[in-house]
């Protein structure tokens, strides 16, 4: 019998994150491991009218080409991906990694190599999407794999996936709305705010928003989701930070990072493990020093550290950062073939000031800060 949290979650994926409409062209990319909720997506896709294009992923073929590929075989964008990039409505991504750790042996300036030559057609994809032009939605299908690295049982995992999403729940889309009322009230807060302030454990961080664009994210990108988030001023980032949690990118994790930024740019890195690889990263362009991307996590649902970012970087009481891509509907303008989202825990000792006035302290704005 089918999990009825995985129909829930098929249902407000087509109806809610992306509304997909009679005629509407809708490209599903999927893992293989994915197939159940490619099922539930396809059957209400098909409901709403859409026309569904599905791509299933072997992510062992992936990383073929980047442990046995020349450096010309890495560097070849399909015709294919510019082509659905320019024609779909909408973009439903669907990840089920049956190995995490699977490019763990890949060498950094390959994996680099990669994410340099398919930077532009991710520019085009995010161009279109900061336009209306183009809809979408990424989420992650419960695996073994996954559920090893948050240090759950399958059964454990499924229930913290889908309790994030409020799958578990009654009315799934009327939390989410409820949901995205609250962080509007975060994002008008916060519009009219020129710097700020994170000060934590080994972290003082100053950093120019004057501007810019905060986003309310309530599942209609990201699913789960619940952040609101910003692209700060390039040049602006100022200070030190020290990353609660362990980072993952591409399948190798670094942990311990400790960020110095002066003039918007990162001078000074160090990690406690894979600090050849987080170099090599940030390396990558001369984009990839900068913070593309600030943000507070605000899903009170989601309170443990799994090692996804999709959730780690939603914890309610944490901020992240991403070295690298800016998000055009923000008003940032980085450019990078990187976007590497990395969360620091306010929840204890942590403190956020904006333009000078203590608005945040352990995890939470204060009492009357959003009235």
């Not at 209400?44 to 080409?65: C, F, H, K, Q, S």
């Not at 510019?82 to 779909?88: G, K, P, Q, T």
């Not at 049956?98 to 930077?119: C, D, M, V, W, Y």
């Not at 000074?268 to 990263?281: I, N, P, Q, S």
């Amino acid at each position: 019998m089918p999990d009825s949290r995985l129909q829930r979650l098929g249902e407000v994926l087509v109806d809610y994150s992306t509304r997909v409409a009679q005629d509407e062209l809708v490209f599903v990319d999927a893992h293989r491991a994915a197939a159940p909720l490619i099922r539930e997506v396809y059957k209400n896709i098909l409901r709403a009218g859409g026309r569904p294009l599905v791509r299933i992923r072997l992510e062992e073929l992936n990383d073929t080409l980047l442990s046995e590929g020349s450096d010309e075989q890495i560097e070849w964008v399909n015709p294919s991906s510019w082509d659905l990039v320019e024609r779909a409505d909408v973009l439903i991504a669907l990840e089920a990694y049956t190995n995490t750790k699977r490019l763990s042996n890949i060498e950094p300036a390959r994996q680099a190599r990669f994410g340099r030559a398919h930077q532009a057609v991710s520019d085009r994809f995010l161009e279109r999407a900061a336009a209306g032009e183009l809809r979408w939605v990424g989420t992650v299908l419960p695996t073994n794999a996954a559920a090893q690295d948050a240090r759950m049982s399958l059964v454990e995992y499924e229930d913290f996936v889908y309790r994030a999403g409020f799958l578990d729940r009654d009315d799934p889309v009327g939390e989410w709305r409820a949901f995205g009322e609250e962080l509007e009230r975060v994002s008008a807060f916060l519009s009219d705010k020129g710097q700020l302030r994170v000060v934590g454990d080994d972290t003082d961080l100053t950093l120019a928003v004057a501007g810019r664009i905060w986003i309310p994210a309530a599942g209609d990108v990201n699913f789960p989701d619940g952040e609101v988030f910003t692209g700060p001023i390039e040049t602006s980032v100022e200070g030190s930070i020290r990353f609660t949690y362990p980072a993952s990118f591409h399948g190798r994790e670094v942990q311990d990072v400790r960020l110095r930024f002066e003039g918007g740019e990162v001078v000074e890195v160090t990690a406690r493990r894979g600090e050849d690889f987080l170099r090599e990263m940030i390396g990558m362009d001369d984009g990839a020093r900068r913070v593309g991307e600030f943000a507070f996590g605000m899903n009170e649902a989601v309170t443990e550290f799994t090692g996804h970012p999709l959730f780690d970087e939603k914890i309610g009481g944490t901020v992240h950062l991403a070295l690298g891509k800016s998000y055009p509907e923000t008003g940032g303008r980085n450019e990078s073939g990187l976007h590497w989202d990395l969360v620091c825990d306010l929840r204890t000792h942590g403190e956020v000031y904006a333009d000078g006035e203590l608005v945040y302290r352990d995890g939470k704005f204060l009492d009357g800060v959003l009235d």
